[in-house]
């Protein structure tokens, strides 16, 4: 399989550094509009036939339609912070690719309810051209990260191994890392964690489908298997809750974050000061959006790892019924900063986002999970992606509750 690896930040690195020990994988191309920063992993991985790279702006589809095209790709890879999916997306479909992504298209607050009614959701954009891609026996994988990703997998699994009926799909996400040195230094991108977080969570209910709530709303204390213990997790908006409900039988799906009450006060600050605004303000005649200017005034994550300590669990907790009895179980995947950087050279929290998308491609190659139209990772088989866990070193657990 060839891919197109638009994006060569801390989690397209660890893509492309997990992807490379896989014989499916004939080449990878690592483009990036920061063209030094694809050089710099291309020499980290020393395979310059395998892994070429491509300066490229992931804002204009016609340049990734040029770039898949003249590299013969059969899937392309978006790692790029969701801003950029409709352009990544529509290449894909013009170009004749397969497409991944690990963050769907993003939402638009309603305009006089925001926080009891969704307005545009995430992933609207992409399930209303999901006939496109059908017509043209492409497959496009929406949400095949961490969160959402593997997290959808475990859904599919306890609806089809560990329950009759289910009650409530709650992801639930909670770690004890600290990166020592900063006052404030979020390990994953700070665009996408100020969109998931200040946006209206979304929840949904099978009597009454998506409504909102306000961020950070419904506090719950959630026990944390492997020593991360108790972590005070709240809503937040996330792909799962849109992705779930279409195929795995359920009454409620939620998503919850332990953030921790000093990370919620300074994303607060940011929003009280405008510094939240994705949108592009003039400044002494340049035109910049604060948003990112914070991302630029803050450390890269992927440059984070040594100063990061502890773990961080991504896991899928269901209630339901089993043979007549109540039954909870907390299915998880924990990753120890420790772990990563001394086996992938890569932090935690990249390295969990980009095992899956992995596994995926591996399957999709092997032909083992096929479809066409835009689907996401719970409308296929679970126990392939559960049986090729552990060869990437991606254990995974069950905590009885």
């Given at each position: 399989m060839k891919v197109l690896l638009v994006g060569v930040g801390g989690v397209g690195e660890a893509i492309a550094v997990i992807a490379k020990k896989r014989p499916w994988l004939e080449q990878m191309v690592l483009a990036d509009y920061n063209l030094k920063r694809a050089e710099e992993v291309a020499a980290k991985l020393g395979d310059a036939t395998r892994f070429p790279v491509a300066q490229l702006d992931a804002s204009n589809k016609d340049q990734i339609v040029t770039l898949a095209r003249r590299h013969g790709v059969s899937l392309i890879m978006n790692a790029c912070d969701p801003r950029f999916n409709i352009p990544i997306f529509d290449a894909a479909l013009e170009a004749g690719c397969h497409y991944m992504d690990m963050a769907m298209t993003l939402s638009e607050p309603h305009p006089a309810e925001p926080f009891s009614k969704p307005g545009l959701k995430l992933g609207d954009y992409q399930f209303e051209r999901g006939e496109q891609w059908k017509a043209k026996g492409l497959l496009a994988l929406v949400g095949s990260g961490v969160e959402p990703g593997m997290a959808d997998v475990f859904a599919r699994y306890a609806e089809k191994h560990l329950f009759d009926e289910i009650d409530e799909i709650g992801i639930r996400d909670g770690a004890n890392i600290e990166v020592r040195g900063y006052d404030f230094a979020p390990n994953f991108s700070i665009w996408t964690t100020i969109e998931e977080c200040l946006n209206p969570p979304i929840i949904w209910e099978k009597d009454k489908g998506w409504r909102t709530t306000a961020p950070f709303s419904e506090p719950e204390v959630f026990d944390f298997p492997e020593g991360i213990g108790p972590v005070e997790c709240v809503n937040v908006e996330h792909e799962e809750v849109l992705l779930v409900p279409r195929w795995v039988k359920c009454k409620r799906v939620t998503f919850k974050y332990g953030l921790g009450d000093q990370f919620i006060g300074y994303l607060k600050m940011l929003h009280a000061i405008g510094l939240d605004n994705k949108n592009k303000i003039k400044v002494n005649g340049v035109e910049v959006a604060p948003r990112d200017v914070v991302a630029a005034c803050l450390p890269n994550p992927a440059t984070l790892?040594?100063?990061?300590?502890?773990?961080?669990?991504?896991?899928?907790?269901?209630?339901?019924?089993?043979?007549?009895?109540?039954?909870?179980?907390?299915?998880?995947?924990?990753?120890?900063?420790?772990?990563?950087?001394?086996?992938?050279?890569?932090?935690?929290?990249?390295?969990?986002?980009?095992?899956?998308?992995?596994?995926?491609?591996?399957?999709?190659?092997?032909?083992?999970?096929?479809?066409?139209g835009v689907l996401g990772p719970e409308a296929f088989d679970p126990d392939p992606f559960m049986a090729l866990m552990p060869e990437f070193d991606f254990q995974y657990g069950m905590k009885e509750m």
């Open positions: 790892g040594h100063r990061m300590f502890g773990k961080t669990c991504a896991g899928t907790w269901v209630t339901g019924t089993k043979d007549g009895q109540p039954r909870q179980v907390y299915l998880y995947q924990v990753a120890d900063n420790e772990v990563t950087m001394k086996n992938y050279g890569v932090q935690a929290v990249v390295w969990q986002t980009a095992v899956s998308p992995v596994i995926m491609m591996e399957l999709i190659a092997a032909k083992v999970w096929s479809g066409a």
